[in-house]
């Protein structure tokens, strides 16, 4: 471990030099560079295909760029491989963190180390006294014995950086290491990168949270369309600043609500709905053309409540009405023949077919709805959906042949909300729409959502982010412990009173 005492604060312990990399004809980086010195964290930014993740497999020695150099300690390599990259103390952890579910907290924080050390035999008896002693360094409360699989999101993670800095880390990249946090966690974590810098690790903090970037970083450098924009002290960018060099435009996050008329009917209409364990008597209605965000901590019961209603999970009682006609059953194909639709959390894994075609991911729930009277597909009707669709949200790809895995966050987040759409639901739920999402994308699925409410549709959007649901959301019910403890409507849609009434 390097000790702040040994960083020379005036050398870099990392620098890329004029890295460019080029796939296929189209140059993901050209001529990028960057500084990373000890004790510093340094936030990358950018939006989704920026290049901001080719720079980190550069980094790593996951890829090798087709021109420039890494620097470390002075020393100058044109590329680095993965072996390397550790034994030089740089560690990635990545959004998934890439742990192993079926062992415990301290097998997995000293598995990869023996293996980087070419040991032959794993005891976990043998290493356990590394564990202990990172984890009383960094005065962490956790449970060595505990199955990963088991742990909180939080908790998964600082088993990550346990495990990082057992390979004497001296670099570590964060991949989006807040997006699944809750506001407590995350200033855990915090405190505990200010722990880091203290000992002289520098940190890239990648994330697009432009609010937590500007809180936690000295440094940021801004990447767009491959392109080094400008690296500057956070102290003086804002997130209106970073927004515009990540995309070059202005980017509109104030509060664009458009006014409902008195006569909207109510196009969802939930009773006294209970589920054991999750969530009780949950009440509330929405109306067309109106936007209701849904939000509370992490396990708060706002998932459960979308699930319930989606017929994931069947609640023990209670009243749903679509349009005014009784929810009848509980199973998934009761709610989209009901009219409701719904975009999860995961879109990677419960949202999406990564290895099939943008076309075939748009269509794939609304297949019955294009046949003709014979039973038959109407091919016709079934290209007209898609190809509409794929301009309307503005997908960014070549064609609608593309395939899902190939896209950016942003973008696969638009083809899951256009299969939804192909459905043509009266109620639009989406949990987290813009998790791991750039801050253009961001608005511009904000926007689509803007565009459908007014269409006529009643849209529920569920998240932690309070700047997202204030921008968009007429109505916003706090949920805690299973229950709806507060509804803020008009000018109380407000960062600090969802904030508070969430923390309250």
């Not at 294009?370 to 009707?381: E, G, I």
């Not at 412990?481 to 509804?487: D, L, Q």
Request: glycine share 8%.
């Amino acid at each position: 471990m390097v000790q702040p005492e040994q960083a020379d604060a005036r050398q870099p312990v990392l620098a890329v030099r004029d890295i460019t990399k080029t796939y296929g004809g189209v140059r993901a980086l050209s001529d990028v560079s960057l500084e990373l010195m000890p004790g510093e964290v340094h936030c990358l930014a950018g939006e989704n295909g920026c290049g901001k993740s080719t720079l980190i497999k550069i980094i790593s020695g996951a890829e090798r760029p087709d021109r420039g150099e890494i620097v470390i300690d002075g020393v100058a390599h044109p590329a680095m491989d993965p072996a390397g990259a550790i034994r030089s103390g740089i560690q990635v952890i990545y959004q998934d963190f890439s742990l192993f579910p079926n062992l415990t907290v301290a097998e997995n924080i000293t598995l990869t180390s023996a293996v980087a050390d070419g040991k032959r035999l794993y005891s976990a008896a043998a290493l356990r006294p590394a564990a202990d002693r990172i984890v009383a360094e960094l005065g962490l409360d956790l449970d060595l014995d505990a199955d990963v699989e088991r742990l909180t999101v939080a908790d998964r993670q600082l088993t990550a950086i346990c495990r990082a800095l057992v390979h004497e880390a001296r670099v570590i990249i964060m991949d989006e290491p807040t997006t699944a946090l809750t506001h407590s966690e995350v200033a855990r974590l915090f405190a505990l990168v200010e722990r880091l810098r203290d000992r002289g690790v520098a940190l890239v903090f990648v994330s697009h949270k432009l609010d937590e970037v500007l809180e936690v970083s000295q440094r940021v450098t801004i990447l767009r369309s491959g392109r080094h924009v400008v690296t500057a002290a956070a102290g003086e960018l804002s997130p209106a600043a970073i927004a515009h060099h990540m995309t070059g435009r202005e980017i509109n996050e104030e509060r664009v609500v458009s006014a409902l008329p008195i006569d909207a009917p109510t196009v969802l209409d939930v009773r006294e709905l209970n589920l054991a364990g999750a969530f009780e008597d949950v009440t509330f209605s929405l109306r067309r053309g109106e936007i209701l965000g849904v939000t509370g901590l992490l396990g708060s019961g706002r998932t459960e409540i979308a699930e319930a209603l989606f017929g994931i999970t069947r609640p023990d009682s209670g009243t749903v009405h679509v349009d005014g006609a009784p929810l009848t059953g509980h199973r998934i194909e009761d709610a989209v023949r009901a009219g409701i639709g719904y975009v999860p959390e995961d879109r990677l894994t419960q949202g999406l077919f990564l290895e099939k075609s943008i076309a075939d991911n748009i269509i794939a729930g609304s297949l019955d709805r294009h046949r003709s009277r014979s039973r038959l597909l109407d091919r016709a009707r079934v290209r007209s959906t898609i190809q509409s669709l794929f301009e309307r949200l503005k997908v960014k790809a070549p064609n609608t042949r593309a395939v899902v895995r190939s896209l950016s966050g942003g973008n696969a987040q638009r083809v899951v909300i256009a299969k939804w759409l192909a459905t043509q639901p009266k109620v639009l739920m989406l949990n987290g729409p813009t998790v791991g999402v750039d801050v253009g994308s961001k608005a511009e699925i904000l926007e689509i959502l803007r565009n459908e409410a007014e269409r006529g549709m009643g849209v529920i959007v569920i998240s932690d982010d309070a700047p997202e649901l204030v921008s968009c959301c007429h109505r916003v019910l706090i949920v805690r412990r299973g229950r709806i403890v507060h509804e803020l409507a008009g000018d109380d849609v407000t960062v600090s009173r969802i904030q508070d009434r969430m923390a309250a």
